[in-house]
């Protein structure tokens, strides 16, 4: 038998060192292995499953006409905190067509579809003009594009969450919602069901996208602020 420095109680499962965890996994571009074992560790402790270490906080998920006052209300409600929002659609230049978008913060969403009339255009427009300021998208250009060939002129937002991780991590793989999502906020995109949503099997990944955009926002900002 050879001696070991360890004892059976080191070898017990601990609370783990998710900030070094992190900072390993940013290095190595380990983006799917972060969350997954992190995941596996917590399961291994027996711990509950933490909702923002999976798949988001719970959604509601409502349309404009739903709510008094419509979109703009829904905004004003929110105070100055970031709203994040996911368009769908056409992102080519000069060929650009939004079919749908959503916005969220917190625990709320509400998805607009662009074909609804245009209302739902205008409130979308006045939004997206006049309150940028608190705003973030991922791919902003994409988004400009395709909300452009809608017939809406977006300003400039607070924050494209895709830029900056890009400015932290040139080299890094993929830029997409889901992978920065995973990699900064230990959150991985669920299977979605299509059958009884409200726009098919569109409304929920682009709800679940909004919400990682406005969570997704403060930590991007802290990062590079901070490099």
Not at 74 to 82: C, F, K, P, R, S
Not at 105 to 113: H, K, L, T
Not at 173 to 197: F, I, K, Q, W
Request: hydrophobic share 45%; net charge negative.
């Amino acid at each position: 038998d050879a001696d070991l420095p360890v004892t059976l109680d080191d070898l017990a499962i601990g609370e783990g060192d998710r900030a070094g965890w992190d900072r390993l996994c940013d290095q190595l571009e380990f983006n799917t292995l972060r969350a997954d074992v992190w995941q596996a560790m917590k399961q291994a402790r027996g711990d509950s499953a933490d909702a923002d270490d999976d798949a988001g906080i719970s959604l509601t998920v409502t349309t404009p006409d739903s709510i008094r006052g419509g979109l703009p209300a829904w905004v004003e409600a929110q105070g100055q905190a970031t709203i994040g929002v996911s368009v769908v659609g056409d992102d080519r230049p000069g060929m650009g067509d939004a079919t749908l978008v959503a916005l969220a913060r917190g625990n709320e969403a509400v998805v607009i579809d662009l074909a609804a009339g245009e209302d739902a255009v205008r409130q979308l427009g006045d939004v997206v003009q006049n309150k940028a300021g608190q705003l973030a998208y991922s791919n902003f250009k994409g988004a400009w594009h395709a909300l452009h060939g809608a017939g809406i002129d977006a300003a400039q937002p607070a924050i494209d969450v895709s830029l900056g991780a890009y400015l932290l991590a040139p080299a890094a793989r993929s830029y997409e919602v889901s992978d920065l999502a995973r990699t900064y906020l230990g959150r991985v995109e669920p299977v979605h069901e299509g059958g009884d949503t409200l726009f098919g099997n569109e409304e929920a990944p682009a709800a679940w996208r909004a919400q990682a955009i406005a969570d997704l926002a403060p930590v991007i900002t802290e990062r590079v602020a901070n490099v």
